[in-house]
């Protein structure tokens, strides 16, 4: 009885757009969908950090390794700001990370593939961070606060990764025949992972109904992948780079473009754990983690040193 | 601290002033073991861009917090006390300034 004035109380609320603090009442399932959905968000910010990673000391010039060093920190942040705001929903940070060693949280699928020349980084920039940032300007009004708190920080920085990325791609457009061929190549490669990023079809999705009535998810993935679509072409054509789709055409009665078939079975294997990557990003992972403990375990002895010693002296 | 079960150390609360004058904010949190090391996390995870002059950091711990469920109680004997603010009152016709 109680549970059901609850939840009317919380269903008002979520109808005026009011957002839902740490301490309210909220439905299980409520609770249970944003911690799957921000774990998942922060651990793909996390493992993202990998296939950038190992082009630090490749980069072609000292700019571009300063950039790209600031963007991997960027990176690192808004995991740490989506974890901070998933612990808000009585999970703890150890239990997070641990959801993802066992596989039981996912990241996304898109840091499963290789990155195999500089410009793979350019394109990761303009594409991946491009419909990341198409995702996370949504999710700037989810109902959730601290979820939405991380987005808004998150959006702030997310446009010079876009641009970065854009740029690089650019210029290796205008260079020699060879760099515009690796150009391309790199969007031929990424560019069906990355409208995978945005999840499987509306009418497929198993979450989607509930996220959408509680305002977790303030779009549609259909939606979201169509706005990508949209803004993106016209970037590659600046550039002189064409979008893989054969079946891309502008629909001037919709006013969007109409694109060729996703193919769901390769996304299901990657997220399944058959991607081209996916034990290697899981390996450096663990590697990083278990390396890391006696570290821990050393700043917790010293911090304890320090509170005796307070006592003491 | 509390949090026994975790390993990744305790949870402090970030407070950034952006610039002179203005109060401290509430921007998110950090796991340390320590009040330097909370510090330093701090300002290396919220200030990358210049957002702050000063920061405080608490242990989350410490910060009682008010409950949902209380806030009528909280706050509702304020709303009935229109007297506290200054339009309540009637002043004289033709007065300047107040
Ligand atoms: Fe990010
Ligand atoms: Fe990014």
């Known amino acids: 009885m109680e549970n059901e004035k609850q939840l009317e109380q919380f269903e008002a609320k979520i109808n005026a757009d009011s957002k839902i603090e740490p301490k309210d009442w909220m439905p299980e399932d409520y609770r249970k969908h944003l911690i799957r959905q921000i774990s998942q968000h922060a651990h793909s910010e996390i493992i993202g950090m ?13 700019r571009a390794k300063l950039i790209l060093l600031a963007k991997i920190q960027d990176e690192a942040g808004h995991g740490l700001y989506l974890y901070s705001s998933c612990e808000t929903l009585g999970i703890s940070r150890e239990e997070l990370i641990e959801q993802l060693h066992t596989g039981k949280a996912k990241y996304s699928t898109i840091f499963n593939y290789p990155v195999l020349t500089w410009a ?20 700037q009004r989810t109902s959730y606060g601290p979820y939405s708190r991380a987005m808004v920080r998150i959006c702030k920085e997310e446009s010079f990764h876009q641009r970065q990325g854009y740029e690089i791609m650019g210029k290796l457009a ?60 016209q970037q590659a054509e600046i550039i ?10 502008w ?9 060729g078939k996703i193919d769901w079975e390769e ?22 983690h ?11 002895a010293y911090a304890a040193k320090q509170v005796k010693e307070e006592v003491v002296g | 601290m509390s949090n026994v079960k975790d390993s990744q150390w305790p949870l402090w609360e970030v407070f950034v002033q952006a610039s002179p004058g203005i109060p401290h904010k509430h921007v998110g949190s950090v796991h340390a073991p320590d009040k330097q090391m909370a510090m330093q996390n701090a300002r290396d995870l919220y200030t990358r861009r210049s957002e702050g002059i000063s920061i ?39 007065s300047k300034n107040i």
């Not at chain 1, 793979?120 to 999710?139: E, K, P, R, T």
């Not at chain 1, 991607?275 to 990003?281: D, F, I, L, S, V």
């Not at chain 1, 890391?292 to 917790?300: D, F, N, Q, S, Y």
Request: glycine residues 6%; hydrophobic residues 35%; proline residues 7%.
């Open chain 1, 120 to 139: 793979d980084v350019g394109a990761i920039g303009w594409l991946v961070d491009g419909a990341a940032i198409v995702n996370q300007i949504s999710l």
């Open chain 1, 240 to 249: 002189g780079l064409t979008v893989p789709d054969p079946e891309l055409k």
């Open chain 1, 251 to 259: 629909n001037a009665e919709k006013n969007k473009y109409d694109h």
């Open chain 1, 174 to 233: 205008k260079g020699t025949a060879e760099q515009k061929e690796m150009a391309q190549d790199a969007i031929n490669r990424l560019w069906w992972p990355t409208l995978m990023m945005f999840g499987p079809h509306d009418a497929d999705s198993a979450h989607t109904g509930k996220a959408m009535k509680w305002k977790i998810k303030r779009e549609t993935n259909d939606e979201l992948r169509q706005r990508f679509i949209d803004k993106t072409v």
């Open chain 2, 56 to 94: 405080w950091v608490v242990p989350a711990e410490a910060i009682v917090a008010s409950n949902p469920d209380d806030s009528d109680m909280l706050f509702e004997p304020s709303n009935d006390k229109v007297y506290r603010h200054p339009t309540f009152y009637v002043m004289p016709e033709g």
């Open chain 1, 290 to 300: 278990n390396e890391g403990a006696w570290v821990r375990e050393a700043a917790t």
């Open chain 1, 50 to 62: 990998q296939p950038e990673g190992n082009w630090i000391t490749r980069s072609p010039s000292l």
């Open chain 1, 267 to 288: 996304f299901k294997r990657v997220v399944n754990g058959d991607g081209p990557c996916n034990k290697k990003r899981m390996d450096n992972h663990l590697k990083a």
